[in-house]
Nanobody, 123 residues
Framework: QVQLVESGGGLVQAGGSLRLSCAASGRTFSSYAMGWFRQAPGKERELLAAISWSGSRTYYADSVKDRFTISRDNAKNTVYLQMNSLKPEDTAVYYC????????????????WGQGTQVTVSS
């Protein structure tokens, strides 16, 4: 089992950047694929980016490709989401989640979730 805690959210102007972090507890972090999701009010949860346990494979949703970058540091039990060129429509609660399967892009395979961090992008 793994516990996840997100940080790094906040208020930023359109065009700005933020880096989210997700710290994991437990010695098995490196055996999990990790994903970043977001959910805006009235909208469905969206898988944005994911990374395999080794970091060798990544997945990006079309909505964030070329703007967001996922990375991980297994020595620090942490996964990151670098968000650039932020837009007001990126405003949402952002969650990290862990997945023990090979498939990165199926959001139903993510078993463990953090509590979320709010990102607000002003126009």
């Amino acid at each position: 089992q793994v516990q996840l805690v997100e940080s790094g959210g906040g208020l930023v102007q359109a065009g700005g950047s933020l880096r989210l972090s997700c710290a994991a507890s437990g010695r098995t972090f490196s055996s999990y694929a990790m994903g970043w999701f977001r959910q805006a009010p009235g909208k469905e949860r969206e898988l944005l980016a994911a990374i395999s346990w080794s970091g060798s494979r990544t997945y990006y949703a079309d909505s964030v490709k070329d703007r967001f970058t996922i990375s991980r540091d297994n020595a620090k039990n942490t996964v990151y989401l670098q968000m650039n060129s932020l837009k007001p429509e990126d405003t949402a609660v952002y969650y990290c989640a862990a997945n023990r399967n090979y498939n990165l892009g199926n959001d139903r395979l993510y078993d463990y979730w953090g509590q979320g961090t709010q990102v607000t992008v002003s126009s």
